[in-house]
């Protein structure tokens, strides 16, 4: 009789493993952005900002009110992100971009910047909750007016620049990114 409970707890033992396994898998998958829904790179000699160029400087503010400078970050790499809360790729990518930022963003010498395109949005307080919502801790800046969207030639969003440690643009990524492509696209940067 005792072989035949250990025999069965066992079989318990694996059907739970098996079916964790699975639910993990299928939570992975869920997460993940298809291939097809990858963003691309724009071609930089043929539309918008040079490559090259060094990218347009600004000063926005953060949910908190505090002032930051695309300028002041000179020395470190940009992934300077423009976004919005009602944009469901951005939603797509946000948990990317975070999870980059906790992992790689000081091993490679990264800042990212997402900049919300807040006169687009309801409420500041929907991009509050957004960001808590999916606890973001790189910084968040509000373009409470159009401007910065149109000298960066922003017409679709998501819509991510890549910017080396001189201030150069390298690249535009039009549609979401996920972990390893930030990664890959980062490590062609200087």
Same mark, same amino acid.
């Given at each position: 009789?005792?072989?035949?409970?250990?025999?069965?707890?066992?079989?318990?033992?694996?059907?739970?493993?098996?079916?964790?396994?699975?639910?993990?898998?299928?939570?992975?998958?869920?997460?993940?952005?298809?291939?097809?829904?990858?963003?691309?790179?724009?071609?930089?000699?043929?539309?918008?900002?040079?490559?090259? %160029?060094?990218?347009?400087?600004?000063?926005?503010?953060?949910?908190?009110?505090?002032?930051?400078?695309?300028?002041?970050?000179?020395?470190?790499?940009?992934?300077?992100?423009?976004?919005?809360?009602?944009?469901?790729?951005?939603?797509?990518?946000?948990?990317?971009? %975070?999870?980059?930022?906790?992992?790689?963003?000081?091993?490679?010498?990264?800042?990212?910047?997402?900049?919300?395109?807040?006169?687009?949005?309801?409420?500041?307080?929907?991009?509050?909750?957004?960001?808590?919502?999916?606890?973001?801790?790189?910084?968040?800046?509000?373009?409470?007016?159009?401007?910065?969207?149109?000298?960066?030639?922003?017409?679709?969003?998501?819509?991510?620049?890549?910017?080396?440690?001189?201030?150069?643009?390298?690249?535009?990524?039009?549609?979401?990114?996920?972990?390893?492509?930030?990664?890959?696209?980062?490590?062609?940067?200087?």
């Amino acid at each position: 009789m005792k072989k035949k409970a250990f025999g069965l707890s066992i079989v318990l033992v694996l059907v739970v493993i098996m079916v964790g396994t699975y639910i993990k898998n299928q939570i992975e998958a869920s997460e993940a952005i298809n291939d097809y829904a990858l963003g691309y790179e724009m071609d930089l000699d043929k539309e918008g900002l040079a490559k090259g %160029q060094t990218a347009p400087d600004f000063t926005l503010q953060n949910l908190q009110g505090e002032s930051l400078t695309l300028s002041d970050l000179k020395g470190k790499k940009v992934i300077l992100n423009f976004w919005a809360t009602w944009c469901p790729p951005c939603k797509e990518e946000m948990p990317h971009l %975070q999870k980059y930022y906790e992992k790689y963003a000081k091993k490679d010498n990264v800042e990212i910047v997402g900049v919300n395109l807040t006169y687009t949005d309801s409420k500041v307080d929907n991009i509050r909750k957004f960001v808590e919502g999916y606890d973001l801790t790189f910084p968040i800046l509000l373009m409470e007016d159009e401007g910065i969207n149109e000298i960066y030639q922003v017409l679709t969003i998501p819509s991510t620049f890549m910017i080396d440690s001189k201030g150069r643009i390298q690249k535009h990524i039009v549609g979401p990114l996920d972990q390893d492509a930030l990664r890959e696209h980062v490590k062609e940067l200087d």
